[in-house]
């Protein structure tokens, strides 16, 4: 049976993944920016996340990860339909 860390690994090698760095460990994640228009349409928000396989790291509200070069910290963890997988909202630093 094809688990969710399987097509993570098939969509890291088709290189549809960014490495995410939590410590000293680097996990393939998806990673969105997407622009989304608040105050009534006089800005932007962007609110950064990561989906990523539940079994490959654990993170919390508060943790600290790296994309790019780029530090983020985790404000909110959500388990994903079984709870197989997880999206981390972050806040850039």
Same mark, same amino acid.
């Given at each position: 049976? #094809?688990? +969710? &860390?399987?097509?993570?690994?098939? &969509?890291?090698?088709?290189?549809?993944?960014? *490495? +995410?760095?939590?410590?000293?460990?680097? #996990?393939?994640?998806?990673?969105?920016? *997407?622009?989304?228009? +608040?105050?009534?349409? !006089? &800005?932007?928000?962007?609110?950064?996340?990561?989906?990523? *396989?539940?079994?490959?790291?654990?993170? &919390?509200?508060?943790?600290? #990860?790296?994309?790019?070069?780029? *530090?983020?910290? #985790?404000?909110? +963890?959500?388990?994903?339909?079984?709870?197989?997988?997880?999206?981390?909202? !972050?806040?850039?630093?």
């Amino acid at each position: 049976m #094809v688990g +969710v &860390a399987d097509l993570y690994d098939a &969509a890291a090698r088709a290189g549809l993944l960014t *490495p +995410v760095k939590v410590g000293t460990l680097i #996990v393939e994640c998806g990673f969105r920016a *997407p622009d989304e228009t +608040v105050l009534d349409g !006089l &800005a932007l928000s962007r609110d950064y996340e990561i989906e990523y *396989p539940a079994a490959r790291i654990t993170l &919390a509200a508060g943790d600290t #990860v790296e994309i790019a070069g780029q *530090p983020y910290r #985790v404000r909110e +963890v959500i388990a994903l339909r079984d709870g197989s997988e997880c999206r981390a909202r !972050l806040a850039r630093l």
